[in-house]
């Protein structure tokens, strides 16, 4: 039987985790969970390693990226890893004519070109809401002090308008497997945690048939990534605008892929792992 790691951390279990090992195993693959950062693992004995809960990875980005980088087989790839780390990929996908949310970035809070309207202050390496507070034009003072305060952590803080539609409609998260759309979710999620908090869940999920508008920004999104096609996994997730959907995040290192809502998904991601295995 081949073993395939699955990286984990050692906090926060992955309720995804026992569909895909059982799945791993419906394909002859034996699924190992092990903590990235555990120095005792022999990542080189496996046939790969596959990204799966690594949620604490902002807390040790530099030391994450180089575990990554150190891998021969790693999914999704290094590359796209050290890419997608750092949420200034936004950029990047904008300039390809992605439609994203306006974001601006600041070293230091006195920098910072903060918004007219309700905003949103978080670290560009992050996860789970951690780090991110939502502030009024008013608060200039409040974000501009947390904004040195991520600046005080070695981080850079990203500044995006607070989008409304968020509260009221939520934010859809599509699953691509493959190349292929899988399923989608619509959530809601709460933000102002500080930054070294454990990520924050979602307070509500419900499974959902994105829209064909939200399929495009997701085909859109996916050609525009720099790097390796397929991929093994994604999740684009979008917010509603006036314009249309919106990329608010792209996460293709260890996003929560809902399998629990879709009876399929599990084995589709076992597959797909499992040809990245054998190519």
Same mark, same amino acid.
């Given at each position: ?19 895909? +090992? ?9 699924? +190992? ?32 990226? *180089? ?5 021969e ?14 949420k200034?990929?936004l950029?990047d ?7 994203t949310?306006?974001?601006?970035y ?17 670290p560009?390496v ?9 502030f ?27 989008v ?18 899988s ?21 509500? +999920? ?28 994604a999740?684009?997730?979008? +917010? ?5 959907? *919106? ?9 929560f ?5 879709? *009876?399929?998904? *599990? ?13």
């Amino acid at each position: 039987m081949i073993d395939v790691a699955i990286a984990t951390n050692r906090v926060i279990a992955d309720p995804d985790e026992p569909a895909l +090992v059982a799945a791993l195993a419906r394909e002859g693959v034996r699924g +190992v969970p092990a903590p990235w950062d555990d120095e005792d693992v022999d990542w080189a004995s496996f046939a790969a390693t596959v990204i799966r809960s690594t949620w604490d990875y902002p807390l040790a980005y530099g030391e994450f990226v *180089a575990w990554a980088s150190s891998l021969e087989r790693l999914i999704n790839p290094a590359d796209v890893v050290v890419w997608n780390a750092d949420k200034r990929y936004l950029d990047d996908l904008a300039q390809r004519g992605v439609p994203t949310i306006e974001t601006t970035y600041s070293l230091r809070g006195v920098d910072a070109a903060l918004p007219d309207t309700d905003f949103v202050v978080k670290p560009t390496v992050g996860g789970g809401s951690r780090g991110a507070k939502r502030f009024a034009p008013g608060d200039a003072s409040a974000a501009r002090a947390h904004i040195d305060s991520l600046a005080d952590q070695g981080r850079v803080a990203m500044i995006q308008p607070y989008v409304e539609t968020v509260a009221t409609v939520g934010e859809t998260d599509v699953i691509v497997i493959d190349g292929d759309l899988s399923h989608a979710v619509r959530k809601h999620a709460s933000i102002n945690l500080e930054a070294n908090d454990t990520p924050a869940g979602p307070v509500s +999920v419900e499974r959902v048939e994105p829209s064909g508008a939200e399929r495009s920004v997701v085909a859109a999104t996916l050609a525009a990534v720099p790097f390796a096609s397929p991929l093994c996994f994604a999740r684009v997730d979008l +917010v509603s605008t006036t314009d249309g959907p *919106a990329v608010i995040e792209v996460e293709l290192i260890e996003p929560f892929l809902f399998l629990d809502h879709d *009876a399929r998904a *599990a084995q589709r991601l076992a597959r797909a792992i499992v040809r990245v295995v054998r190519d």
